[in-house]
């Protein structure tokens, strides 16, 4: 079983759809960052938490540190979301500046 | 102001050749960090630096792969001898800091390495 798993593998929206994105994990971590890749590689971090919520834009992450779940929510999905979305934990026992990185959501959002 | 930038942007090399893929981070970050992504695979750690040390190397596939940061700033990730197995995109992203706690890391745009 692999550290950071996330769910599902694949989704496919229509655009205006809401949209949810889950990752679990299975040690203790002092933080989750959530990055989005679009076709040609470019990486985004779109949030780094380690406990609660945040927002920007459409764009929505929580966090609950007792059940090691966080969850990535896209309200109004537009096909400029379409891209793969990618959890990372950095652990609390491991040395600080390593993640461990889920395998990514890759979301197709249809007009 | 300005990102961070690694070069090449691409490589192609021929086996058994080493290579280096130089990043460098936004100014002021301390911390470094470099990953490999595989075709049609996920990130992989490979290794870190806050300031010049790297704290933690355990991520580097084998002792063909070195990297080092000097002044702060520029790094450099060297693969020796390259395999073809060693193709993949090279990402370098960088943080204020690397301790506990919500560092946010700023990717540059990878070097693709492709080792014929």
């Known amino acids: 079983k692999n550290e950071v798993e996330q769910s599902p593998q694949n989704l496919t929206a229509q655009e205006g759809e809401f949209i949810t994105i889950n990752c679990s994990y299975s040690?203790?971590?002092?933080?989750l960052h959530w990055l989005q890749q679009h076709p040609g590689g470019g990486i985004v971090s779109l949030f780094m938490?380690?406990?609660g919520k945040k927002k920007h834009g459409r764009l929505i992450a929580t966090i609950n540190i007792q059940e090691k779940h966080s969850s990535l929510h896209i309200t109004a999905s537009h096909p400029r979301d379409s891209a793969v979305y990618i959890c990372?934990?950095?652990?609390?026992?491991?040395?600080?500046?390593?993640?461990?990185f889920g395998d990514g959501t890759t979301l197709t959002v249809k007009p | 102001g300005a990102g961070v930038s690694q070069s090449p942007s691409n490589k192609v090399t021929e086996k058994g050749k080493d290579v280096e893929l130089r990043c460098d981070p936004i100014?002021?970050?301390?911390?470094l960090y470099w990953y490999r992504q595989s075709l049609g695979q996920g990130l992989e750690f490979l290794i870190y630096?806050?300031?010049?040390?790297?704290?933690?190397k355990s991520g580097l596939p084998s002792d063909r792969f070195s990297a080092e940061r000097t002044g702060g700033s520029v790094s450099t990730l060297t693969i020796q001898r390259t395999q073809q197995e060693d193709s993949a995109v090279y990402l370098c992203?960088?943080?204020?800091?690397?301790?506990?706690?919500?560092?946010?890391?700023?990717f540059g745009p990878g070097t693709r390495l492709t080792v014929t």
């Open positions: 990372a934990v950095r652990s609390q026992t491991t040395n600080a500046g390593k993640s461990t």
């Open positions: 630096f806050q300031g010049n040390s790297a704290p933690d």
């Open positions: 992203a960088s943080s204020l800091a690397s301790g506990q706690g919500a560092y946010e890391q700023y």
């Open positions: 938490l380690s406990s």
């Open positions: 040690v203790g971590i002092s933080a």
């Open positions: 100014s002021g970050h301390t911390a």
